[in-house]
């Protein structure tokens, strides 16, 4: 099956800044990757996905970049807010319909 | 939100007893999903069903089955907890699958097994 890696596990930044957060995965047949922000003791929701035929996709002040020879893929977070801290997870989708998670992201944004 | 809800939401057992989590939705997505979560592992997938009665493991299946009678619900059961399965559990559901399709999450139940 799929392994998926996230780095790091835990990111602390200053409001105004930007925040990356790293996935490596290791199927090449993987071909969807989307990101999931999950917040204090609510549930994981979708904030933005890649297909494997693109290499960045952007979404206001958030965007993803894809790298499918080197098969990693990054979240891109700018002019940080505080409400933008949460936990966040990468995962990776490949032909068995199986959607694998990395082990998250910590965000905090320090006002 | 998408119609999913899981029940219970909270629960405490006893090592050795079983325990039957729900999932119930209503977007009649084909795809449906347990998971469970724990610091520093993420989110794990458990069990997958891709239509009535169709089901498959995933990565931590050991301890778990699942059964899905109808489209709407899919349900998790521990037939003997132990300690270790003490975790939160999210049901999560797609339309398409690994087919590019996004996954909607329960709100979770937190299960303690003493």
């Known amino acids: 099956g799929e392994n998926v890696e996230q780095h790091p596990s835990t990111l602390s930044v200053q409001e105004g800044d930007s925040a990356v957060i790293k996935c490596t995965y290791s199927?090449?047949?993987?071909?969807?990757f989307p990101w999931y922000k999950q917040e204090l003791g609510k549930r994981p929701q979708l904030i933005i996905d890649?297909?494997?035929?693109?290499g960045e996709k952007k979404d206001q002040r958030i965007a993803v970049t894809l790298n499918k020879t080197a098969k990693h893929f990054s979240l891109h977070i700018t002019e940080t807010q505080p409400e933008d801290s949460a936990v966040y997870f990468c995962?990776?989708?490949?032909?068995?319909?199986?959607?694998?998670f990395g082990t998250g992201t910590s965000l905090t944004v320090i006002p | 939100d998408a119609g999913i809800t899981q029940s219970p939401r909270h629960k405490v057992t006893e090592t050795g007893t079983p325990v039957t989590l729900r999932c119930h939705q209503t977007?009649?997505?084909?795809?449906m999903y347990w998971y469970r979560q724990d610091p520093g592992h993420g989110l794990r997938l458990i069990h997958y069903?891709?239509?009535?009665?169709?089901?498959d493991k995933g990565e931590v299946s050991d301890g778990y089955s699942v059964s899905r009678s109808k489209t709407e619900d899919f349900l998790l059961t521990l037939e003997s907890a132990t300690s270790s399965q003490t975790s939160v559990y999210f049901c999560?559901?797609?339309?398409?699958?690994?087919?590019?399709?996004?996954?909607?999450f329960g709100e979770g139940s937190r299960l303690t097994v003493l």
């Open positions: 999560a559901i797609s339309e398409s699958g690994g087919n590019t399709g996004e996954l909607f």
């Open positions: 199927d090449s047949a993987s071909n969807y």
């Open positions: 890649i297909r494997s035929n693109v």
């Open positions: 995962a990776a989708i490949s032909t068995g319909n199986q959607f694998y």
């Open positions: 977007e009649n997505h084909r795809y």
């Open positions: 069903s891709y239509g009535v009665k169709d089901t």
